[in-house]
């Protein structure tokens, strides 16, 4: 069975700094790796979603790297603000199958 | 920009009794996902459904559990004889094909008393 860890469970930043959240999975036959974002209380919100065969997605201060070998996977921010304070979860979804499994989130909290 | 909708947003049902959660996924979108919650733990998937059948279902998915599109719109999660291990936030789910990404609504927030 597929397993996701994220590290660090949680982080604290000041603003304007550029961070690197991690996710690492223990089956590196995906078929595609999301990255989510998750606000109190509301559902979630997909921010980049690379498929096996990419390396990286990029959306604006986001940029997400996919190494499927090493099972890993990164979302760099840069130049965080406050507004990007919520917890950050990744999921990867195996190769024929149409399911998915999350990791436990990071939580950011951006300091004005 | 469409949106996936999930009524009602929260539940309170007494154990032992069925619920029904309701979801609208987005209009033109095939792939439709069942997702829980339980407070502090892991997003855990139930259930995916594609051209008006399961395609998979989880360990939690069992006989207690059914899906339906009832029309073209509604996608819905029945529990039957709920128990407290039940309440959780459940999330439905929406996606164009299984390379774009997935849209969710905001949750149904079951509690079993």
């Known amino acids: 069975k597929q397993e996701v860890t994220q590290i660090p469970a949680a982080l604290s930043v000041p603003e304007g700094e550029n961070l690197v959240l991690n996710c690492s999975f223990t089956?590196?036959?995906?078929?595609?790796l999301q990255w989510f974002r998750q606000d109190p209380g509301k559902g979630l919100t997909s921010l980049l979603l690379?498929?096996?065969?990419?390396r990286e997605q990029t959306s604006g201060r986001l940029n997400a790297s996919l190494d499927k070998s090493s099972g890993r996977s990164t979302l760099y921010i840069a130049a965080s603000q406050p507004g990007d304070s919520a917890t950050y979860l990744c999921?990867?979804?195996?190769?024929?199958?149409?399911?998915?499994?999350f990791g436990s989130g990071t939580k950011l909290n951006v300091k004005p | 920009e469409p949106e996936v909708t999930q009524t009602p947003s929260h539940q309170v049902t007494q154990m032992g009794q069925e619920v029904i959660l309701r979801c609208v996924p987005i209009?033109?979108?095939?792939?439709f996902y069942w997702y829980r919650q339980i407070l502090g733990q892991k997003v855990e998937f139930l259930v995916s459904?594609?051209?008006?059948?399961?395609?998979?279902k989880s360990e939690i998915f069992d006989d207690q559990f059914s899906v339906e599109r009832p029309d073209g719109s509604n996608f819905t999660l029945k529990i039957r004889s709920t128990k407290l291990e039940d309440s959780a936030m459940y999330f439905c789910?929406?996606?164009?094909?299984?390379?774009?990404?997935?849209?969710f609504g905001d949750g149904t927030r079951l509690s079993i008393l």
């Open positions: 089956d590196s036959a995906i078929y595609n």
């Open positions: 789910a929406s996606s164009n094909s299984l390379n774009q990404p997935q849209h």
């Open positions: 209009s033109n979108h095939l792939y």
């Open positions: 999921a990867v979804s195996p190769y024929n199958f149409n399911k998915f499994y």
């Open positions: 459904f594609y051209n008006n059948e399961i395609s998979e």
């Open positions: 690379i498929q096996s065969s990419q």
